[in-house]
């Protein structure tokens, strides 16, 4: 996992500048690493392959991190479960 970085060159004054005229908030690596995780869950990658990608200990971490991004909610999952249900009991 990434650590904090503290370098600064005469090229960052030039980004602030930069960032400070088009009036923009300045990306830190770590909005970056947030920035791909949302994408990734939006592009529906496994959260447990996304944990090992962003090198979290466990997927524990993950959820609690990223799991309101996740697609779905409870209404949805009880109604998936009902209409299994249903139709495991018309099977039998």
Known sequence: ???????????DDAV????????????????LRHTYASFAI???????????Y???ASIVMTMDRYGHLLPG?????????DAYLKRESRRS
Not at 42 to 52: D, Q
């Open 54 to 56: 962003m090198g979290h």
């Open 16 to 31: 602030d500048v930069g960032v400070a005229s088009a009036l923009l908030e300045r990306v830190t690596l770590h909005d």
């Open 73 to 81: 909610n409870e209404a949805e999952a009880a109604g998936l479960l």
């Open 1 to 11: 996992m990434l650590g904090a970085l503290d370098c600064h060159c005469e090229s």
């Open 42 to 52: 939006a592009a529906g990658v496994n959260v447990k392959a996304l944990s090992e």
